[in-house]
Antibody
Framework: QVQLQQSGAELVKPGSSVKISCKAS????????MHWIKQQPGNGLEWIGW????????KYNQKFNGKATLTADKSSSTAYMQLSSLTSEDSAVYFC?????????WGPGTMVTVSS | DIQMTQSPSFLSASVGDRVTINCKAS??????LDWYQQKHGEAPKLLIYNTNNLQTGIPSRFSGSGSGTDYTLTISSLQPEDVATYFC?????????FGSGTKLEIK
């Protein structure tokens, strides 16, 4: 069965970077786009961007250009998102989600808290 | 960017009620509209894709309709397990954009 397993919660300092992971299983990792979505407490959902693990192509929401960097490791079927120059506005839950013209499988989310 | 205006933001209804949630796009999204359910502390779950296609395993009391800029999610007979926040998502053009959510509670 399809599963997306995300890395654990992170407490990070302002100005630093964090890299969170999303390990896929139960399907051919290289055949589906992997998207990332941000959800701040009490707020709605924001689309960050996607990566196609088959060839590494990426596309970002312009709002997250320079903030998020998406990569994928085919050997371990794992997608990564690095967030840089963190501020309190980056404190949120981040989801990875498989895309097949809709988000049919989601990871459980990784909470990132930015605090000194 | 396409703006998605979702209404209402909060809804309280009784078990067995018919419930409707609306999303209005800032431009024609050609039925590329999905609905997701998010229970507290969980990831969103796909209910309906491309306006009116029920995802596998989702109860038939959920349905979707719409075209152009206006879309609706209907729950025909509200059940206690439907307590959640519901979001619409347009995937007609990048960036993908979500509605602001409707929090549904049981009266």
């Amino acid at each position: 069965q399809v599963q997306l397993q995300q890395s654990g919660a992170e407490l990070v300092k302002p100005g630093s970077s964090v890299k969170i992971s999303c390990k896929a299983s139960g399907y051919t990792f290289t055949s589906y786009d992997m998207h990332w979505i941000k959800q701040q407490p009490g707020n709605g959902l924001e689309w960050i961007g996607w990566i196609y693990p088959g060839n590494g192509n990426t596309k970002y929401n312009q709002k997250f250009n320079g903030k998020a960097t998406l990569t994928a490791d085919k050997s371990s079927s794992t997608a990564y998102m690095q967030l840089s120059s963190l501020t309190s506005e980056d404190s949120a839950v981040y989801f990875c989600a498989r895309y097949t013209w809709y988000f049919d499988f989601w990871g459980p989310g990784t909470m990132v808290t930015v605090s000194s | 960017d396409i703006q998605m205006t979702q209404s209402p933001s909060f809804l309280s209804a009784s078990v067995g009620d018919r419930v409707t949630i609306n999303c209005k796009a800032s431009q024609n999204i050609n039925k590329y509209l999905d609905w997701y359910q998010q229970k507290h502390g969980e990831a969103p779950k796909l209910l309906i894709y491309n306006t009116n296609n029920l995802q596998t395993g989702i109860p038939s009391r959920f349905s979707g309709s719409g075209s152009g800029t206006d879309y609706t999610l209907t729950i025909s007979s509200l059940q206690p397990e439907d307590v959640a926040t519901y979001f619409c998502l347009q995937h007609s053009s990048r960036p993908l954009t979500f509605g602001s959510g409707t929090k549904l509670e049981i009266k």
